[in-house]
């Protein structure tokens, strides 16, 4: 199950490229979204209080005008003139405009006494009713009536459709005549306009983010077919890497087989081919009653030491087993000692007791490191001196090999250049996670490799 879940490392730099994108274009969606909201309700608020405005201004333009026609006889008339008060509400009954715009005229006791368009309401008493939207409509009215007149808003029943919409009416009283006389306006036309203005911002906004998504979905899109790319140039090169590897590898293999083919051939061989010949004539000796038969008895023990010897040092340059037994520092010593006997070229080691606590890969590592440096020296260098150094440090361990040669130059053979055997120290050191570095000149060759401290056991955890 556990395996299941796991994401490979493609899917893992996918998530880690795309998640903050995808944050990022949500935050950038919800931020952009929010202010558009904002600034378009502000827009549209400022727009309904301009045409409120406006109407509430129509508005008292009209009660002027109601006003202007029957002033005069308001003016002249007593409060208990019932004629004056008929002529008034009959030329307020005749003073229509547009299609639903009408005057109404309430006492304060709740009677209608004008209301052209709703002829039903006139001689009824409206005091305490309330209306479609649950406000007591003509109590409200005289109530701003004995203040002196003002606006309110509420829903009545539109005169040319029947519907209940949107009011808005400017009334003032008449106090000599306790009178609320009023007109309005129905406001559908602004609620319209207002509803459609936010059905354009909601538009809008629906598509910022179809534009958001839509840029969103093409970065995942490039991201992903970037990431494919990159995936695979990078499995190619991989796969490169791996036959060059696989190659070297083998080729390695090759020269370690050819190298001890012909030291088994050149020295195991040809001892074993002596001692066979010495054995033979000590028998036919020995058959003839030769007292020299102990003679070629001794030269074939003698061969067979020296069979032996070879043999123990081809296996010491395999895998000596003091590096094992003893630790790194003994199995440069003994590597040392045996170059310097066989090449003639004087060698010095100089090294700090490292108690064992160094890792078994480091210890190989830096061992083949010194042996394939000695090889090349050996082979190319033309070196008469080479030194040595293994010392620990805070930043872990280091393994210096300085020869006076000649260097590595534009006219060293190929194979001191770039050769196998540079390739491998190199690939040592990188599977460790340190560091090669070499350094060459006419006066001579120096190569450090370093191996991080994650590579030194801790004292408690030393063996041997």
């Known amino acids: 199950m556990e395996n299941g879940l796991r994401l490979s490392y493609g899917q893992k730099v996918f998530l880690l490229a795309t998640l903050p994108l995808l944050l990022a274009a949500s935050a950038i969606a919800v931020l952009v979204t929010a202010q558009s909201r904002q600034t378009a309700q502000q827009e549209i608020r400022v727009l309904q209080d301009e045409l409120i405005t406006a109407k509430r201004a129509e508005l008292k333009n009209y009660l002027s005008l109601a006003r202007t026609a029957f002033i005069n006889i308001y003016g002249r008339a007593l409060p208990n003139d019932e004629d004056a008060k008929l002529q008034a509400t009959q030329t307020l009954s005749a003073m229509l405009y ?102 354009g911002v909601e538009e809008r906004v629906q598509s910022t983010f179809l534009y958001i998504g839509a840029i969103t979905l093409g970065a995942l899109l490039l991201v992903f077919l970037s990431g494919m790319f990159l995936n695979l140039r990078e499995r190619r090169l991989a796969d490169a890497k791996l036959k060059r590897l696989t190659q070297r590898v083998l ?85 040392t000692q045996e170059f310097s006997q066989r090449t003639g070229i004087k060698t010095e080691l100089e090294t700090v007791v490292f108690r064992n606590r160094l890792d078994a890969e480091s210890k190989i590592a830096l061992f083949r490191i010194a042996q394939e440096a000695l090889t090349n020296i050996e082979r190319h260098a033309g070196a008469t001196e080479v030194s040595i150094k293994l010392f620990g440090h805070k930043k872990g361990a280091t393994l210096q090999i300085t020869d006076n040669g000649r260097g590595i130059g534009d006219n060293a053979p190929a194979t001191a250049q770039g050769g196998l055997g540079l390739r491998n120290m190199q690939e040592r050191v990188e599977q460790l996670d340190g560091t090669l570095h070499m350094t060459s000149t006419k006066d001579g060759t120096v190569i450090k490799a370093q191996i991080p401290l994650t590579h030194l056991l801790p004292p408690e955890e030393t063996r041997g």
């Open 251 to 335: 080729d390695t293999q090759e020269e370690e087989r050819g190298r001890v083919a012909r030291e088994l051939h050149d020295s195991i061989s040809q001892i074993l081919v002596g001692v066979r010949y010495a054995l033979e004539l000590a028998r036919k000796r020995v058959q003839a009653g030769d007292a020299r038969a102990d003679e070629n008895l001794g030269k074939g023990i003698d061969s067979l030491n020296s069979a032996i010897q070879e043999v123990r040092r081809i296996s010491h340059d395999l895998r000596p087993g003091v590096l094992d037994d003893l630790g790194l520092g003994p199995a440069l010593q003994a590597l």
């Open 98 to 199: 547009g299609q639903d715009g009408y005057f109404f005229v309430y006492d304060y006791d709740g009677n209608n006494l004008v209301s052209p368009r709703r002829t039903e309401m006139i001689g009824k008493n409206w005091l305490g009713m309330a209306g479609p939207d649950g406000q007591m409509v003509v109590d409200r009215m005289i109530e701003i009536a004995r203040q002196g007149g003002g606006y309110m808003t509420y829903d009545w029943p539109k005169p040319s459709t029947g519907k209940v919409e949107r009011m808005v009416s400017y009334v003032v009283g008449l106090q000599d005549w306790r009178w609320v006389i009023g007109t309005g306006v129905f406001i559908d036309d602004v609620l319209e306009t207002i509803a459609s203005e936010k059905a």
